[in-house]
């Protein structure tokens, strides 16, 4: 999973979408680590470092149609997302 993952944003997602997806590939290997997944996951991530030059030079002979992925993904920037406010959270329990 992790190799067609990272494939996909390879051959689809724009630039700026960059650091979201490491972050979120960050948050997998943390579960992956807590998990005793992660040897398998980084296997992943290895194979798809090693198909992303044939992937990348996919994108540049048939580029993403920028209309299309428009429709599916935000023109915001990084700079302009702000976090949602979240619910309260309870205050613990420290005393009795």
Do not use: C, K
Request: avoid cysteine.
């Amino acid at each position: 999973m992790e190799r067609n993952t990272l494939l996909l944003v390879a051959r689809w997602f724009p630039l700026r979408w960059a650091p979201y997806v490491m972050y979120r590939q960050a948050g997998w290997a943390w579960h992956a680590l807590r998990g005793r997944r992660l040897r398998s996951h980084l296997e992943g991530a290895a194979a798809a470092f090693r198909e992303l030059p044939a992937v990348l030079r996919e994108r540049r002979a048939d580029p993403p149609d920028r209309a299309r992925l428009a429709q599916v993904i935000p023109p915001r920037s990084i700079s302009r997302w702000r976090r949602r406010p979240s619910a309260p959270r309870r205050a613990a329990a420290t005393s009795r």
